[in-house]
């Protein structure tokens, strides 16, 4: 973008006014009055029908001596006489001389009323612009520089990077989708085995005391019997000695193949803790105790009723389950 040139300008107030390309400095010029001179005596018109006069090169009006006696005369072309030199002219910086309307078409940049020229006593900037800078500027007049520096870095567009806040969310929510599938197994399982085996210190107890009892059944060991069930079991049972207990657990073992015990649920009401089970094996024998020829599949579930007992939990009690 083309800028204006450094020159003298009118500043609008009269004077001229040293632009240095930039900004006004504190160079001023006022004109000298004209001098008053003698009116140039002007040529007469040659006669119709004679030749016009050769024309003669314009003379600077430094090179005429306005003090002569007699008419001008034509001379030959001189050379441009340098302006005369002033106080003003001598102290103004050695810079290019102001351009020509015929140079470049710049517009003089001007100053409104009311603002402060350079150098003026300090106070509040006239129209909202500080001292020494033109009206308008950056780009308030012909011939402007462009805006640049921090002017373009507050006007500049910004590219949005809303992309990578989707970025991050997507592997968040990948890490959460992979976590997921790894604990979710984990913790199906912590719930199985809590529901099976008891999430309690007494409840784990009870199932210990229904898988002792399971195991003196498999095994014929009156002790295990004793210490897995309550007195008050054993009578309902009919099985108060252990000799009519190894006879009864040693028929069991016996009959039955295969047998698997698996805990299904575990509840706690006050002192009570109920144990579900779920019993599978075969049998040489069907539901009336009579003898097959191949072996039959049972599935049995029951509820055992698991009450403290000489400092630990024994079967007091089962019924059949749902």
Avoid at 298 to 321: F, K, L, M, T
Wanted: proline share 11%; aromatic share 8%; glycine share 10%.
């Amino acid at each position: 973008m083309a800028t204006t040139p450094p020159g003298w300008y009118d500043d609008g107030r009269g004077a001229l006014r040293w632009w240095d390309g930039a900004q006004w400095t504190e160079h001023v010029q006022t004109p000298d009055p004209e001098p008053e001179v003698d009116q140039p005596v002007i040529a007469e018109e040659p006669a119709a029908g004679e030749p016009a006069a050769a024309e003669t090169a314009p003379v600077a009006p430094a090179a005429v001596d306005l003090t002569a006696e007699g008419p001008a005369t034509a001379a030959e072309p001189a050379e441009p006489a340098e302006p005369a030199e002033t106080m003003d002219t001598l102290l103004a910086p050695a810079v290019d001389p102001a351009p020509t309307a015929e140079a470049a078409p710049y517009a003089a940049p001007t100053l409104d009323a009311g603002t402060p020229y350079p150098g003026a006593a300090p106070g509040a900037p006239a129209d909202g612009y500080a001292p020494s800078v033109p009206p308008g500027y950056p780009g308030g007049f012909p011939g402007g520089s462009a805006p640049s520096g921090a002017f373009i870095s507050a006007t500049e567009p910004k590219k949005s990077k809303l992309w990578i806040l989707w970025v991050v969310l997507g592997v968040v929510m990948l890490g959460l989708v992979i976590l997921a599938a790894v604990l979710i197994p984990v913790f199906i399982g912590m719930f199985s085995t809590g529901a099976s085996s008891g999430s309690t210190g007494d409840e784990q107890a009870a199932v210990a005391a229904v898988e002792l009892y399971d195991d003196a059944w498999g095994t014929a060991d009156c002790d295990k019997f004793q210490q897995s069930t309550t007195e008050a079991f054993r009578e309902v049972l009919q099985l108060t000695d252990c000799a009519s207990f190894t006879a009864a657990s040693q028929g069991f073992i016996d009959s039955v193949e295969g047998y698997e015990l698996t805990v299904t649920s575990v509840t706690t009401d006050d002192d009570v803790i109920t144990v579900v089970t779920s019993e599978t094996y075969t049998s040489m024998f069907d539901e009336d105790g009579n003898p097959t020829e191949e072996p039959v599949p049972y599935d049995d579930h029951y509820a055992y009723v698991v009450v403290p007992s000489d400092g630990g939990w024994a079967i007091d009690g089962a019924d059949n389950a749902p």
